[in-house]
């Protein structure tokens, strides 16, 4: 394990801007469990990763150094899901798991106590959000529940604001499930899932034949409908969940399918504004096979020019070219479903098995930790205000 971190340290030094330190006393600043990235002897401390877990019996949401060290944890009433990280004023908010019942806001130093935001009764959180760039306003994936209908949840994130909720947007779908801000900083980005879920019954899909997913762009400002894609009718059991944003502005997803097992229908996309269609890649047979109709999260890289979609219950992650849309390999991770950019060309990995791990297209793995007593959460999320196109 000490020879992987070295391993890592190095691999690592020139993304993160830290110069390598003699093995010896690398070494010696080795530890166990949560500090995993790197030696740490002067390494960047500040916050760089955020990731929900379940520690022992415990759910909590986790800011982690550049060096892979838990800087703090921020205790969950029950599993969270992802953030909406607001990378300038350094804070965050996590959102319960569908069907989440609470999202908490909290500062990366830990200079404040952690808060909840406000939600309606007959309104539920589907687990992701987005802050305005100002920071002012925040956006949040919600259920209206008895009417059947996706909102997004509009917060007053400003000084003072205390995250009261100030109205809503109508996403034009069922399930709305990722959202993100485009690079022009005034629309948004909102993946329809189209299942519709009442939280009486679960995640029990109650629309399977009228399912109608969509990428759905909202005017920032007004919340009105400036582009619609949706799938062609014969796939409308793709359920669109999860998004990135590559360094041309193309919008990448990743869906989930509906249908019977046997059908191997392409579980990755792109959009780009002005196009009437996304475009599908299905990548080769034998890794299409092995995602079993399922994934779970979606990033690029930090020069936004590839992709990669992760499947737990398939074991691995995918990666492709985000110009040509070719496939570009994968990494095998049992349970792993968390991937956030860590360089160009390289994703920090994280799975239900405890498991923290670097790789890349035609890159080696190096794993750095394996805590058995930690099930990291869906969505592994790095903090950085200079790439504003990254998520997963």
């Known amino acids: 394990m000490a020879i992987d971190r070295r391993r890592f340290l190095a691999a690592g030094a020139a993304l993160l801007a830290v110069p390598a330190v003699p093995a010896v006393h690398a070494a010696s600043k080795l530890q166990t469990g949560e500090a995993a990235f790197a030696s740490g002897a002067i390494a960047d401390t500040s916050p760089t990763y955020l990731a929900a877990r379940k520690h022992g019996d415990s759910f909590q949401a986790v800011v982690l150094d550049a060096r892979g060290h838990v800087a703090r944890t921020i205790d969950l009433e029950a599993r969270g899901h992802s953030f ?8 965050a908010v996590v959102f319960g798991r569908q069907a989440g019942f609470f999202a908490t806001a909290f500062d990366l130093q830990g200079r404040q106590p952690a808060t909840e935001l406000p939600l309606p009764a007959d309104r539920h959180y589907f687990g992701h959000g987005v802050y305005r760039n100002d920071g002012h306003l925040l956006f949040a994936t919600e259920n209206d529940f008895e009417a059947g209908r996706g909102v997004l949840g509009v917060y007053d994130a400003s000084p003072g604001g205390a995250y009261r909720r100030v109205g809503e947007f109508d996403t034009a779908g ?30 029990l899909e109650l629309n399977l034949d009228t399912m109608s997913p969509s990428l759905v762009y909202l005017d920032l400002a007004s919340g009105k409908v400036v582009d619609r894609v949706a799938l062609p009718a014969t796939q409308h059991r793709l359920s669109i969940r999860h998004l990135a944003i590559a360094a041309d502005g193309a919008v990448w997803f990743g869906m989930q399918y509906s249908g019977p097992a046997q059908d ?33 999260s979606v990033s690029v890289d930090m020069a936004g020019k590839i992709v990669a979609t992760s499947s737990p219950v398939g074991g691995l992650v995918v990666y492709w070219d985000a110009d040509s849309g070719a496939c570009l390999g994968s990494t095998d991770i049992a349970d792993g479903c968390g991937v956030a950019a860590a360089g160009e060309g390289r994703f920090v990995l994280s799975s239900g098995e405890g498991v923290l791990q670097q790789s890349g297209p035609n890159l080696p793995t190096t794993e750095f930790d394996r805590d058995p007593s930690t099930a990291w959460d869906n969505h592994f999320r790095r903090v950085d205000s200079k790439k504003a196109y990254i998520a997963g």
């Open 264 to 296: 191997q229908p392409p579980l990755v996309g792109r959009h780009r504004r002005g196009q009437s269609a996304a475009e599908l890649f299905a990548g080769p047979p034998d890794l299409l096979r092995r995602l079993r109709n399922y994934v779970g």
């Open 174 to 203: 069922v399930g709305p499930h990722e959202v993100l801000l485009m690079p022009d900083g005034r629309t948004l980005c909102v993946a329809n899932g189209g299942i519709l879920t009442h939280p009486d019954y679960g995640k």
């Open 84 to 91: 909406a990280i607001d990378a300038p004023r350094q804070r």
